[in-house]
T-cell receptor, first 115, second 113 residues
Framework: AQSVTQPDIHITVSEGASLELRCNYSYGATPYLFWYVQSPGQGLQLLLKYFSGDTLVQGIKGFEAEFKRSQSSFNLRKPSVHWSDAAEYFCAVGATTDSWGKLQFGAGTQVVVTP | KAGVTQTPRYLIKTRGQQVTLSCSPISGHRSVSWYQQTPGQGLQFLFEYFSETQRNKGNFPGRFSGRQFSNSRSEMNVSTLELGDSALYLC????????????FGEGSWLTVV
């Protein structure tokens, strides 16, 4: 069965510092991987996705993620964090077409940005 | 292009009542999925509809049901509400094939009192 682990429940980072959020997945085949962000009281906004090809993917808001098959990881990074990046971040894995709408989410990582 | 639209955004219901939530997917999308989000359980998959047929179902009791109409709009219903049903209910849509981007709505906040 597929699963997604986000080891860090909570991360505090200073504005302007770099940010890395970890995501590990368990999936039998080549996974389809997503990162979503959720601001308080809002829905999920897609930051980026990895389906195949280049293992370093660029997303919106200056985020990027690197797929490492050998480590079963898909970590999210941002070189310089802005106060508006404070939110909860979710990693998710998608399955095959018959189960495409059934995403498996990690527990999320809450990011706090300090001045 | 309009995004995924969910109505109502906020509602308060009494235990034992039922509730219906609506989701209008992005134009052209045939897959609609529903998720429940709570602080304790996180994001949990409820069910997915594709071309008016339920394609997948999560591990929720039968009180949770859904349907999809010919225009791809979807509704989910929760009967005999319990306090534990208080949650943010999120709808997501896509074209429904592997590799299609999945977009989420803003959610419907349900409070059961």
């Amino acid at each position: 069965a597929q699963s997604v682990t986000q080891p860090d429940i909570h991360i505090t980072v200073s504005e302007g510092a770099s940010l890395e959020l970890r995501c590990n997945y368990s999936y039998g085949a080549t996974p389809y991987l997503f990162w979503y962000v959720q601001s308080p009281g809002q829905g999920l906004q897609l930051l980026l996705k990895y389906f195949s090809g280049d293992t370093l993917v660029q997303g919106i808001k200056g985020f990027e993620a690197e797929f490492k098959r050998s480590q079963s990881s898909f970590n999210l990074r941002k070189p310089s964090v802005h106060w508006s990046d404070a939110a909860e971040y979710f990693c998710a894995v998608g399955a095959t077409t018959d189960s495409w709408g059934k995403l498996q989410f990690g527990a999320g990582t809450q990011v706090v940005v300090t001045p | 292009k309009a995004g995924v639209t969910q109505t109502p955004r906020y509602l308060i219901k009494t235990r034992g009542q039922q509730v219906t939530l609506s989701c209008s997917p992005i134009s052209g999308h045939r897959s609609v999925s529903w998720y429940q989000q709570t602080p304790g359980q996180g994001l949990q998959f409820l069910f997915e509809y594709f071309s008016e047929t339920q394609r997948n179902k999560g591990n929720f009791p039968g009180r949770f049901s859904g349907r999809q109409f010919s225009n791809s709009r979807s509704e989910m219903n929760v009967s005999t509400l319990e306090l534990g049903d208080s949650a943010l209910y999120l709808c997501a849509s896509s074209y429904g094939q592997s590799g299609n981007t999945i977009y989420f709505g803003e959610g419907s906040w349900l409070t059961v009192v």
